[in-house]
């Protein structure tokens, strides 16, 4: 007869193991992956709540101090405003899971690592071998499809390896929640380097403007990469058939492009209800409800599974 192990540690269990579909878990591991993890989604809110806060406090204080920034100066201030996103996030989320945090080196391993495979890949992939700005703008369909196909697919497959590839095999990720937890982490270094490089590439950026660029880019990719971290959370505690995993990938990518596509019209004149013009605040109130509605759906979609599970449970013992 074949060992038994669990499918999280790795470590022997008896043939009397707890198992969840063909998977055999040990005691601890059994237990946890049925967590809800409320300070996951008690950091989720407050991301959400901290970057709108974080926007217009920027946007005040600029108004008010006005400051009269210049070369090395306006650079330097606009990289702070990229590195704030995640610091928000990461503040939120280690206050509220102080009883079993999450280790830092592993979350931070992934931040970086998203941040890398942005610079690395995703930027130079749509930028020199696709040069999407050279054809986006040709038709609203050419523009919709291209940022759907082509920019949406790049960033979620990108954010989706620095999870799949890296925590994802090891005994650390050992809840469902932790997909999304790492997702957003995968994500938030994703837009993080995204945001360094506009400002770089614009010696500097109007900080009134800029931060809502900033804070649109966050919770949008730490969003769509909580999507396919949920996808992620299943399919490592559950038998999902084999296209589980891509079609988890398809979806972020079709929401990425969708939210690509609406954000940039909403902006500009096509569909911006102050009636042309440029116009950074449509784009960031679409992002904070994106935002909201989809980890408040991974909220609910994980609290079901867990509920399936643990009821499952409750029946095998009768």
Request: proline share 4%.
């Amino acid at each position: 007869m074949s060992e038994i192990i669990c499918c999280v540690c790795h470590r022997s269990v008896g043939p009397e193991a707890k198992r969840i579909g063909g998977r055999a878990y040990c005691e601890r591991h059994y237990a946890k992956v049925s967590q809800d993890r409320p300070s996951a989604w008690r950091a989720g809110l407050g991301h959400i709540l901290g970057q709108v806060v974080f926007v217009l406090l920027v946007v005040a204080l600029v108004s008010l101090l006005k400051p009269t920034l210049t070369g090395f100066s306006l650079v330097a201030a606009g990289l702070v405003l990229a590195l704030v996103p995640a610091l928000i996030w990461l503040v939120f989320f280690y206050q509220q899971d102080r009883l079993e945090p999450e280790p830092k080196g592993y979350v931070l391993s992934v931040f970086i690592l998203g941040a890398l495979l942005a610079q690395a890949v995703g930027i130079p992939l749509l930028e020199d071998v696709f040069d999407v700005s050279g054809w986006l703008p040709i038709s609203p369909w050419v523009n919709l499809l291209g940022s759907i196909l082509v920019i949406g697919f790049t960033h979620e497959f990108l954010k989706y390896a620095a999870v799949r590839y890296s925590i994802y095999p090891s005994a650390e990720f050992d809840e469902r929640a932790d997909g999304i937890v790492y997702g957003t982490a995968a994500g938030l270094g994703y837009a993080t380097m995204l945001n360094i490089n506009y400002v770089v590439a614009s010696g500097g950026v109007n900080l009134q403007v800029g931060v809502i660029r900033i804070a649109v880019a966050a919770l949008a990719h730490a969003s769509f990469a909580g999507l396919s971290g949920y996808f992620l959370g299943r399919a490592k505690f559950e038998d999902e058939p084999v296209w589980w995993l891509p079609s988890g990938v398809a979806l972020a990518a079709v929401l990425n492009g969708l939210f690509t596509y609406f954000s940039g019209e909403l902006t500009t004149t096509r569909l911006s209800l102050a009636g042309g013009g440029f116009n950074p605040w449509p784009g960031l109130i679409l992002a904070a409800i994106v935002a909201g509605v989809t980890f408040g759906a991974l909220f609910y979609l994980i609290r079901r599974a867990n509920k399936l599970t643990l009821a499952g449970a409750d029946a095998g013992c009768e």
